[in-house]
């Protein structure tokens, strides 16, 4: 089964702080997403990476990088964290060529930012 | 741009009667879509997708949707609700990056369920 770990449920920072949210997966799976999800706005692409270094710019991706310096990993980095990116934060994977592969969710990252 | 429409922000039913959640979407192509669910605290789990094929498609814990061209629509589907269906519902239209071979997800914003004993 695929795994998509996020390293914390629930973070709490400053404003102005630079942020790291980190995703691993185990499944050796090429695409890698990272969303916010907020009430009534349901979820956004912020960020997707399709390979090892290689990123590219989802429907927010204001006051957000990532990296991806392993194909296991994708971390988010909010680089001076704002109230304003107080959400629900979620990674997926996913591997492309076979029609029939879905993206698989981690189970979130709830941001603060006080 | 793709977009996704789910009309029903919360829905209530009674444990045992049935359930449709509405899905609308705008896509020029043929679309890719998905049922989520997502239970409290937790992420996204896959109900069912459908990418080509017969227009029925059958999910995980007896869900079901069907897709209607005509209508742009993919609602969702369940003969008889459980207690443990109360989440939130996310229908989504993924639209094919090429440059990976792969999809991007445009969501809807939701319908959360309800389940009265």
């Known amino acids: 089964d695929v795994k998509v770990t996020q390293s914390s449920r629930y973070l709490v920072k400053r404003t102005g702080e630079k942020v790291f949210l980190e995703c691993v997966q185990d499944m050796d799976h090429e695409n890698m997403f990272w969303y916010r999800q907020d009430p009534g706005l349901g979820l956004r692409l912020i960020y997707f990476s399709y390979d090892v270094k290689m990123k590219e710019k989802g429907d927010i991706p204001e006051g957000y990088s990532v990296s991806r310096e392993k194909k296991e990993r994708f971390s988010l980095i909010l680089e001076s964290a704002s109230t304003n990116q107080t959400s629900m934060y979620l990674c997926a994977s996913s591997n492309p060529g076979t029609k029939n592969q879905p993206q698989h969710f981690g189970d979130g990252t709830r941001l603060s930012i006080l | 741009a793709q977009s996704v429409t789910q009309p029903d922000i919360h829905i209530t039913v009674s444990e045992g009667a049935s359930l449709e959640l509405r899905c609308n979407y705008s896509?020029?192509?043929?679309?890719?879509l998905f049922w989520y669910v997502q239970s409290p605290g937790q992420g996204l789990q896959l109900l069912l997708k459908y990418f080509s094929g017969d227009t029925l498609v059958q999910g995980i814990k007896g869900f079901e949707a069907e897709f209607k061209r005509s209508q742009s629509s993919f609602n969702l589907r369940k003969p008889s609700v459980h207690w443990s269906d109360a989440a939130e519902y996310f229908c989504?239209?993924?639209?094919?990056?090429?440059?990976?071979?792969?999809?991007?997800?445009?969501f809807g914003k939701g319908t959360k369920l309800s389940v009265i004993p």
């Open positions: 989504a239209v993924g639209n094919l990056y090429s440059g990976a071979g792969s999809y991007q997800l445009t």
């Open positions: 896509y020029g192509a043929t679309p890719y």
